[in-house]
């Protein structure tokens, strides 16, 4: 466990071992959930579909590409333990590969029209 106070920046950095360095990391998701085994019914997205949905979310700049380096404002769930439990989806992918999800960044949905 890490402690931090509310509203405090939690600085987080993800490093990808591999002896392949034409690999690149991507944040495609990121859920914070009270509980640590449940992510789908009480949760808060920071990161979905490579889309900031935290205003406190901040990317800094790594030299390399095989490290993604962001933070955030730690927060409590409301009427929850003081706990929160973050789980983090990262892509792998090809460096220079633009055809690649690392390099598609934020997608949403289109909304399908209703038919008559």
């Known amino acids: 466990p890490y402690y931090v106070d509310i509203n405090q920046d939690l600085f987080l950095e993800a490093y990808l071992h591999s002896s392949d360095s034409n690999l690149m ?3 495609d998701t990121c859920v914070a959930s009270p509980t640590p085994h449940n992510f789908t019914t009480v949760t808060y997205d920071i990161i979905r579909n490579g889309c900031v949905r935290d205003s406190t979310y901040y990317t800094y700049y790594s030299p390399y590409s ?11 769930f409301i009427r929850y333990s003081p706990s929160v439990y973050l789980q983090c989806e990262l892509v792998v992918c090809r460096t220079y590969d633009y055809s690649s999800r690392c390099y598609q960044g934020c997608i949403t949905r289109s909304k399908r029209q209703a038919s008559s």
């Open 66 to 76: 095989h490290i993604v380096r962001f933070k955030f404002n730690a927060f409590q």
């Open 25 to 27: 990391l991507f944040v």
